[in-house]
């Protein structure tokens, strides 16, 4: 079952612009975490936030998270056209032994 | 570095053969997975191992099995392989629980 739904599905902006996509979920969570994908590769780690922290930053990352609303955003700054990926939000969620729930992911596209 | 290799990049077989993905992981990890990907539906768990020889079903196990005797080698294997089954299957590693997940790049499997 799909526990992260992320918004939008597709985002397109040019390159210098912010990029900032949103994921839901629906039951309580130890941790969230942020995976972008190139096409046709394997996933690979952006960021975790746990459950007790609002806000983490790394680098040109910003995310946040309010559990009181069972949602998460993930902003990219000033993106490069090598941002061009899709994201995927992963949530721990409690009493689930180790496993991460993936959303279907947001499509960005980071044109010149 | 941290790695985690699949057996094969692209992988051809017919229905009902039997199919074996094979993946390693360098990193000591405990918890190993195998997703499956397929557009629309995001990533989705077939099995994790979070020990040797210790296996537990994810969301869609049915039509696959799993194998891990030694601690950086876990196998999916599909005992008589449908076209249903044509899909991006990813394995991933994680050294504990809610850990962050390192991804492999990923087998593309057609069945004809």
């Known amino acids: 079952s799909q526990q992260g739904e992320e918004d939008p599905q597709a985002l397109s902006i040019q390159e210098g612009e912010n990029a900032t996509m949103n994921c839901s979920y629906k039951t309580s969570i130890n941790n969230l975490q942020w995976y972008r994908q190139n096409s046709g590769r394997g996933l690979v780690h952006l960021i975790l936030?746990?459950?007790?922290?609002r806000e983490k930053h790394s680098g040109r990352l910003r995310v946040t998270l309010d559990t009181s609303k069972k949602s998460s955003s993930l902003l990219i700054t000033a993106s490069r056209a090598a941002d061009t990926a899709s994201y995927f939000c992963?949530?721990?969620?409690?009493?689930?032994?180790?496993?991460?729930?993936f959303g279907t992911g947001t499509r960005l596209q980071v044109t010149l | 570095d941290v790695k985690v290799t699949q057996s094969s990049r692209y992988l051809v077989k017919r229905t009902g053969e039997k199919v074996f993905l094979e993946c390693v992981q360098d990193?000591?990890?405990?918890?190993m997975f195998w997703y499956r990907q397929d557009p629309g539906l995001g990533l989705r768990l077939i099995y994790f191992s979070y020990d040797v020889k210790m296996k537990e079903k994810g969301d869609i196990p049915e039509g696959y099995s799993v194998s891990r005797e030694k601690k950086e080698r876990f196998s999916l294997i599909l005992e008589s392989a449908s076209t249903n089954q044509t899909s991006m299957y990813l394995c991933?590693?994680?050294?504990?629980?809610?850990?962050?997940?390192?991804f492999g790049p990923g087998t593309r499997l057609t069945v004809t």
């Open positions: 990193m000591d990890h405990e918890n």
């Open positions: 992963a949530t721990d969620g409690a009493g689930t032994a180790s496993k991460l729930t």
């Open positions: 936030i746990r459950s007790n922290e």
């Open positions: 991933a590693s994680s050294p504990g629980y809610g850990d962050e997940q390192y």
